[in-house]
Each structure stands twice: as structure tokens, then as C-alpha cells.
């Protein structure tokens, strides 16, 4: 379905944006990864699917670097045609005691690089009249958690940006979305775990229990390579040409 295309998927080397970028290979897509950590298993993955894949390491939380990756895959693939702003990070601590450096890193990888993404990729898609634009938000772009002041913050406004891009693009072929999952279980939130377990003295699966208990009513972890739409529950999808975003 999506041969010929191009997906640039930020921070895809694990978790929720390794299984995008993994779906979206298997749809056809040629992949530009981005992101830290191990590199030869994630392009192993994705390239075993036969598709073309590059790669760009940069760090989502430096404009400079943004550029250079947007014109890297411009310059490898011609033109990003699905965008997919996932790269993000967490830290957690009551507002009076959050870093002030943990706080503009939140802000600046989860939110601002997804408009210096959608800013450079745009034209393109304006000019191809076609283009996918996914943030991945969260359900905290939605409701809020104690102790996740810069994630939430980040989130919401990841949410607000969806909406204005959609508005912008409206009346072409360009269409810009945001996904809000719960729980997923990647290192992101097995870090949320392990601090539950020792912070409580239980152990990882007690912990597990309780984080889904907490906030989850299905007290299950969706994982990225769920079988579709497994653990979405009660949302209202809306498909209103933008209504809803004004
Ligand atoms: P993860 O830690 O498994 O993956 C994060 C990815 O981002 C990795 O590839 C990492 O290398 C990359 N990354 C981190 N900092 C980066 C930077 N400065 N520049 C470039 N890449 C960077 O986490 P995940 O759970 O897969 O999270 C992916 C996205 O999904 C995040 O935006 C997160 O907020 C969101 N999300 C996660 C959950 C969850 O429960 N796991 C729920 C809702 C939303």
C-alpha cells in the first residue's frame, strides 16, 4: 500500500517508534530511522522487511541537527512522505524538585521537534499534495498524572500543534494526526517499573499490577506490535474534516 513512499520515524531504534516504523515497512514503505542505542538490529529488522532503509542519528532535542536530517532524507529518499514525531523522553518528580535542564529536554524532544520536523517537511508534502503527519502524543496529552509536570506540559502542547497543523493543511491532500496511547510496556516505562519496585520493596511483577491498576482499567500493557486495536477502549475516533480541532 505505501510503496514508493517514505516514512521518517523519529525515535526508532526501540520501543513505539520501532514498531511503527517496523508496520509501516511492512505496508511498503522505505524507512529513514532516527535515534540512540543499538543501530544493526533495529536496520536488520526494518530492511529485512525489503524495503530501503537509511538511518540519521540526530538528537531531537537540537535544532541544528533536525535540519540536517531533514535534508538528509530529502536528499537519500526525495521527500519524507509519512512523518512520524515519536522520539520522547520522561522524567519524573514533584514540580518544586523537577530539573530545570530535565524540564527544557522534555519540552525540546518531545514538542519542539516535532514542529521543527513538521516546519521542513511540509513544503514537500504541500507541494506532492500528499502527506501523513503521526505524533505520537499520549493519553497525558489528554489528563494529566502527578509527578509528569514537563511530559504532560510537552504532551498537551504536542496535541495543540496536531490540531493547528490539521487546520492548516485541511483543504489538501496532507493530514496530521496524534496517537495517545496508555501503558505501553518499552524501556521507557519498564524504567517507570523498576523505580515502582524499589521505591515499594515489591517485586517487578507486583509493580507491573500496580502501575496498570493505577490508571488502566483493561490492567493490561499495550505493546507496540499489538494485534490492531487491541487495547483501544472507549475513544471517541473523529472523523469531522477538522471540526473538532478549530
Ligand atoms: P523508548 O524509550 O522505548 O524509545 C524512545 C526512542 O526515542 C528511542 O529510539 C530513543 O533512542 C529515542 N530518543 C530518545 N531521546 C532522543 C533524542 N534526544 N533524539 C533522538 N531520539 C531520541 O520509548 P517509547 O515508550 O517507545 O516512547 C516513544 C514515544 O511514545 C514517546 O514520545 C513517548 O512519550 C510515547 N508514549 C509512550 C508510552 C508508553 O507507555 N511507553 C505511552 C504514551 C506515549
Known sequence: MLKGKT???????????????TALARQGANIVLNGFGDL???????????????????DMGKPADIEDMM??????????DILVNNAGIQH??????FPPERW??????NLTSAFHTSRLALPAMKQANWGRIINVASVHGLVASAQKSA???AKHGLVGLT???????????VTCNAICPGWVLTPLVQKQVDARAAAAGVSNEEAKKQLLAEKEPSLQFTTPCSE????????????DGGWAAQ
Open 163 to 173: 490540531k493547528v497543523t490539521a487546520l492548516e493543511t485541511a483543504t489538501s491532500g
Open 7 to 21: 516514512a521518517l520515524v523519529t525515535g526508532s531504534t526501540s520501543g513505539i517508534g520501532l514498531g511503527i516504523a
Open 71 to 80: 535534508k538528509y532524507a530529502a536528499a537519500q529518499f526525495g521527500r519524507v
Open 92 to 97: 519524573v518528580a514533584p514540580v518544586e524538585d
Open 228 to 239: 490492531a486495536a487491541k487495547n483501544v477502549r472507549g475513544v471517541a475516533w473523529n472523523m
Open 40 to 58: 544493526e538490529g533495529p536496520k536488520a529488522q526494518v530492511a529485512g522487511l525489503g524495503v530501503k532503509v537509511g538511518y540519521h542519528g540526530a
Open 151 to 153: 511530559y504532560v506540559a
Open 104 to 109: 527544557d529536554a522534555i519540552l525540546a524532544i
